[in-house]
Nanobody, 117 residues
Framework: QVQLVESGGGSVQAGGSLRLSCAAS????????MGWHRQAPGKQRELVAA???????NIADSVKGRFTISRDNAKNTVYLQMDSLKPEDTAVYYC???????????WGQGTQVTVSS
């Protein structure tokens, strides 16, 4: 079955960096769009970054210039490089897979990112 397993979350001070990884299995990874979403306490889940099967990326304005999404089809893994982290980036980050960058059908369990000031 489809499995998405995130790793790389943790606690960091403002200005620091983290790299999240999402290992995928159970489907043809190279043919699927992948996205990173986040949900902060009391807020709705939001799309942070997405990458199409062709490698095109879409980045939310709130993280543009600080976050980068990439994929390694040979490793069935998608990454989220997060630099210049801010306290408002604190959230649970979820990896997701879907037919296109706006639609997701499978989700990981989430990984916590905490940024302190």
């Amino acid at each position: 079955q489809v499995q998405l397993v995130e790793s790389g979350g943790g606690s960091v001070q403002a200005g620091g960096s983290l790299r999240l990884s999402c290992a995928a299995s159970g489907f043809t990874f190279s043919s699927i769009a992948m996205g990173w979403h986040r949900q902060a306490p009391g807020k709705q889940r939001e799309l942070v970054a997405a990458i199409t099967r062709g490698g095109s990326t879409n980045i939310a304005d709130s993280v543009k210039g600080r976050f980068t999404i990439s994929r390694d089809n040979a490793k069935n893994t998608v990454y989220l490089q997060m630099d210049s982290l801010k306290p408002e980036d604190t959230a649970v980050y979820y990896c997701a897979a879907g037919p296109n960058w706006l639609s997701y059908v499978s989700w990981g369990q989430g990984t916590q990112v905490t940024v302190s000031s």
